[in-house]
């Protein structure tokens, strides 16, 4: 069925944050997967791939993506080109990067996969590849969402789903889904454009102005810090920022939503 590993880029391109986000344990069990990539293979929010592996939901032999998924090097990153195969005979292709997670601590807590479609191979001949066979949408069908690229959404659905992506990871799925209910609760009192379809935080635009950006950060870490504490949240926020698209941080600095106001809301 699948698996086979071939060469497909020169030169790797540069990596920004892609949309579909997945934080797996040590173990490699997913524990958290964003909106973006439940979209991208079709999955439903409530079929949320939680407790499985990636080659399991990719459908790839696990062999073909061991090493991808189980690097520990600290800072190493690497890629992967899927072609997923369609159940009507066409394909979609996803550009995977992943790269390990440590706690303030130095210690291992799991891997960050980013899954970004891609039209063609063009730049990513020398990546590895590996076809699989999944369930990716019918061709020529649309996502349910239509992302609006406006900056300020970006950046606060990228801090939301780390917040949850970490407290998956150290304190576990219920604590993940508290994260979603307080935010979820507070969105609805103050009439912010955020919602839960499943267990998924959705924004309802991405216009969003700064300040409600702001006030949405600011519940997710009270939140978090409460549960993680103060040096831990502060340590993952530091990390994600070494990963941002140069873009996106100055947007954010900008905007007034910069690493040292994410700093102050979580003390």
Excluded at 235 to 259: H, T, V
Aim: charged residues 20%; hydrophobic residues 40%; aromatic residues 6%.
């Amino acid at each position: 069925m699948v698996g086979e590993e071939e060469s497909l880029s020169d030169k790797a391109p540069p990596i920004a944050i892609p949309p579909g986000m997945v934080y797996t344990d040590t173990d490699g069990k997913i524990v958290y997967a964003n909106r973006q990539f439940l979209e991208m293979l079709a999955i439903a929010s409530s079929d949320a791939p939680t407790g499985q592996t990636l080659a399991g939901v990719l459908h790839v032999e696990p062999t073909a993506i061991h090493e991808f998924v189980m690097t520990r090097e600290r800072y190493a990153q690497r890629e992967l080109v899927v072609v997923y195969r369609r159940v009507d005979g066409t394909t979609a292709m996803f550009l995977l990067t992943s790269s390990p997670s440590y706690d303030q601590r130095n210690k291992y807590v799991g891997m960050n996969i980013g899954v970004e479609p891609r039209r063609d191979g063009q730049g990513l001949e020398k990546v590895p590849l590996v076809t699989a066979v999944g369930y990716a949408l019918p061709a020529g069908q649309k996502p349910a969402v239509t992302l609006d690229p406006g900056l300020n959404g970006q950046y606060l659905e990228m801090i939301l789903n780390a917040l949850q992506g970490m407290l998956a990871r150290m304190a576990g799925p219920r604590m993940r889904e508290g994260l979603v209910k307080v935010v979820a609760d507070n969105a609805s009192q103050h009439d912010w454009p955020l919602y839960v379809d499943g267990d998924q935080l959705v924004l309802e635009r991405y216009d969003i102005p700064a300040e409600t950006c702001a006030n949405l950060i600011s519940e997710a870490l009270e939140y978090a810090v409460a549960v993680l504490g103060q040096r831990v949240v502060l340590y993952e926020i530091d990390e994600l920022y070494a990963q941002l698209d140069p873009r996106i941080q100055e947007y954010a600095l900008q905007s007034g939503l910069s690493l040292p106001l994410i700093k102050r809301l979580a003390t």
